[in-house]
């Protein structure tokens, strides 16, 4: 399984990005996805995360409508639309698909978010 970012950047405060991460392999659209983040000096956390029917989301109270994950199983792909982007969101994100014998990572895509 291979999971490959893009989308990362710099940003001002209030703008906006979309992330997006390209999964090969078959497991994508039987397994839920997530985004998580890791700011410098703070521990991995998740951002967002959604079933694998695409039916049910959770957000991290911090990013709650503001940032929306979504997922396309024909393109196998899923993405991360950030808006109101604020500093505090600065942070290397990473894709995960989330499978019960453990997670399968990305290789993070740096956001910056100037105030």
């Known amino acids: 399984v291979r999971l490959v970012e893009s989308g990362g950047g710099l940003v001002q405060a209030g703008g906006s990005l979309r992330l997006s991460c390209a999964a090969s392999g078959s497991i994508f659209r039987s397994n839920a996805i997530g985004w998580y983040r890791q700011a410098p000096g703070k521990q991995r956390g998740l951002v967002a995360s959604?079933?694998?029917?695409?039916?049910?989301?959770n957000y991290a109270d911090s990013v709650k409508g503001r940032l929306t994950i979504s997922r396309d199983g024909a393109k196998n792909t899923m993405y991360l639309k950030m808006n109101r982007l604020k500093p505090e969101d600065t942070a290397v994100y990473y894709c995960?698909?989330?499978?019960?014998?453990?997670?399968?990572w990305g290789q993070g895509t740096q956001v910056t978010v100037s105030s």
């Open positions: 959604i079933t694998a029917g695409g039916g049910s989301t």
């Open positions: 995960s698909i989330l499978t019960g014998q453990g997670p399968y």
